[in-house]
């Protein structure tokens, strides 16, 4: 079972959106959730595997309505660990150009 953040596959991405079988439960509006009526064993494993990953996908967006995201507002929590960890780094950057812009008018 993986835990953690999920590996994207653009090759898996693409055969799952384009299959046959995707096709045949589009056309006959099968409700999701329904997954559990034709293989209970796979559906359980999908449940627990949505429950304890998560999508590289799901961490870039910002506008998303997931409980996680939805902490920080607009911006996901994803943005504001980026910014706390290279601020210190950039910190001392832009401390020298805008001495190097004042000093300079």
């Known amino acids: 079972m993986k835990f953690g953040i999920r590996t994207p596959s653009l090759k898996r991405r693409f055969a799952a959106r384009t299959s046959i079988k995707r096709m ?5 509006r099968m409700p999701r959730g329904t ?9 359980a494993y999908n449940a627990v595997y949505n429950r304890t990953s998560v999508s590289v996908d799901r961490l870039i967006k910002t506008n998303s309505t ?9 911006t996901n929590w994803l943005t504001w660990g980026l910014l ?3 601020l210190p780094i950039t910190f001392p950057f832009l401390l020298i150009y805008l001495a190097y812009r004042f000093i300079r008018h």
Request: proline share 4%; net charge positive; no cysteine.
């Open 66 to 74: 997931n409980h996680m995201t939805k902490s920080a507002g607009n």
């Open 35 to 43: 997954g559990f009526i034709t293989n209970p064993k796979k559906a």
């Open 24 to 28: 045949v439960r589009a056309k006959i």
């Open 84 to 86: 706390i960890l290279f």
